[in-house]
């Protein structure tokens, strides 16, 4: 989209008289066009004009000028745009820490076994590559409401899951964002303070309102419950409340059961709708069951709720995009319908969604061989993001004789660390130690070898004490 790649011809003749009056007279080196304005050369047009004689003019005066021009030039993502920026680094000692995305000790992408045997079942089968149903494909959107809520869960029994196969996690979120713009208008979204990165790009693009609730302090690096609580009251009844089913991104802090039960409560008195994004069952604690507990929690309340679910990290789909959204309703008259509008809002979005991670899922899910072998999996990788967290906190207190609490390291859960480096801090440990990670101080633990955790420390230990 360079100036020179497009010729926009500017026909003076065929201009209305106003365009054409407007155009001489306003010369002023820059002329507007749509959201933006392009040069324009006063002297060459004035040249040309003044050298023919004509009662009307009539010229055509080739201005090589993009129709993009207004176009701004995007900011990279915070979190995408990391990726980006470390593929560019040459240096050896370079770390990406910055996307959550699993990889081996070796610092390698892993494909899951199971994800490699339920392909090649495809391949054996035949299977064919016909379009899904809008909703998607049966099977998977079975198996993956079950893993959610357990398979003798009410709510599936009595069919009240809407459950929908989305793209992945986040257009799961997009979806459901544009069912609330549709049948809630007005309604707000609160979203934890801080929260993952694209849940405010999402609601903005929905044009549904949000706002932020507390949830993380740092004098304790610890949960602001009363924060939460009190402004999840605070906020106009039926608001949307959007929760982290576990391995909270980026602060790695979730609530007690206890506390689960209280943000309950106040949800359910206010009348709120509980909106859950799932984006790491299994990977929180190694038990797919466990860490559905928040929104099984919920459920088992009788409230109504939206769950959206991705397949990117426990099963390693992330280039896939598997995942769904799962509305709760009191009814299955009111759940078929929700359905019908979840397919009519993604029919003129994206169509139908793609078959081949649906498969892989309903194939690992579905099979009770695979199934077994892949919570093995999850095990082992939700094991080694543990172990490379105690042994960063293992060389940070052998390092730092400052004296200062690393601990908060081994409370976090999930993927991720959120060390509590500011922007400067974080800026020093890209440029000066080629440590790459969000500028929100947060860092992918499943990037991390154990190899390189005494290189990590001494990265922090230096941007912490060393900048302010
Ligand atoms: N929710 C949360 C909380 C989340 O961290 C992610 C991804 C998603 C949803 C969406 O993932 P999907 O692949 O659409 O199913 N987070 C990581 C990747 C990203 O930013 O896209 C991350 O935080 O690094």
Redesign the pocket.
């Known amino acids: 989209m360079t100036s020179t790649s497009t010729s926009t011809m500017l026909s003076l003749a065929s201009a209305p008289p106003t365009a054409s009056l407007s155009v001489h007279e306003n010369l002023k080196g820059r002329l507007k066009l749509g959201g933006g304005s392009l040069s324009f050369n006063k002297e060459k047009a004035n040249h040309f004009i003044n050298t023919k004689s004509f009662s009307r003019i009539s010229m055509v005066a080739a201005v090589k000028v993009s129709r993009f021009e207004g176009v701004t030039m995007a900011p990279p993502d915070p979190?995408?745009g990391v990726s980006e920026a470390f593929k560019a680094d040459n240096d050896e000692k370079k770390l990406n820490l910055?996307?959550?995305a699993y990889r081996t000790e070796e610092l390698q992408p892993y494909v899951l076994n199971v994800v490699k045997k339920a392909e090649n079942l495809m391949v054996e089968r035949g299977e064919n590559k016909e379009y899904l149903p809008i909703e998607g494909l049966a099977a998977f959107n079975k198996v993956t409401a079950e893993l959610l809520f357990g398979a003798s869960n009410p709510v599936i029994k009595e069919q009240r899951v809407a459950t929908v196969q989305g793209l992945?996690?986040?257009?799961s979120?997009r979806l459901a964002a544009a069912l609330i713009e549709r049948y809630f208008p007005g309604a707000k979204v609160l979203i934890s303070s801080p929260t993952?990165?694209?849940h405010k790009n999402i609601f903005n693009d929905a044009r549904v309102p949000w706002s932020e609730y507390r949830y993380y302090d740092p004098k304790t690096v610890g949960l602001d419950f009363d924060g939460m609580i009190a402004d999840i009251k605070a906020a106009p009844e039926g608001s949307f409340v959007l929760l982290?089913g576990c391995a909270h991104?980026p602060t790695g802090i979730d609530p007690t059961p206890e506390q689960w039960e209280k943000i309950a409560d106040v949800i359910q008195e206010k009348n709120h709708i509980p909106f859950f994004?799932v984006?790491y069952q299994g990977f929180a604690s190694g038990s797919l069951d466990a860490d559905a507990g928040s929104v099984r929690l919920f459920a088992a309340r009788g409230m109504e709720l939206l769950v959206?679910q991705?397949y990117?990290k426990n099963l390693g789909l992330?280039a896939e995009?598997i995942?769904a959204i799962n509305v709760v309703c009191t009814s299955a008259d009111a759940t078929a319908r929700v359905k019908s509008q979840l397919k009519r809002l993604a029919r003129p979005m994206y169509s139908n969604p793609p078959i081949h991670g649906a498969k892989i899922v309903a194939n690992v899910v579905g099979d009770p061989t695979l199934f077994n072998e892949w919570k093995a999996e999850m095990e082992m990788m939700a094991g080694r993001i543990k172990n490379v967290r105690q042994k960063l906190y293992d060389s940070l207190t052998a390092k730092d004789k400052s004296g200062k609490d690393w601990s908060f390291i081994l409370k976090q859960i999930g993927m991720f660390s959120f060390t509590g480096l500011n922007k400067a801090q974080s800026d020093n440990m890209t440029n000066k130690w080629h440590v790459y990670m969000t500028k929100d101080g947060r860092i992918?633990l499943a990037g991390l070898s154990l190899a390189k955790c005494e290189y990590l420390a001494d990265a922090i230990i230096d941007s912490f004490h060393n900048i302010s």
Do not use: C, F, K, P
């Not at 992945?168 to 257009?171: D, P, Q, R």
């Open positions: 979190i995408l910055g996307v959550g992945s996690g986040t257009g979120l993952w990165g694209n982290h991104n994004d984006a959206a991705s990117s992330y995009r995942g992918s």
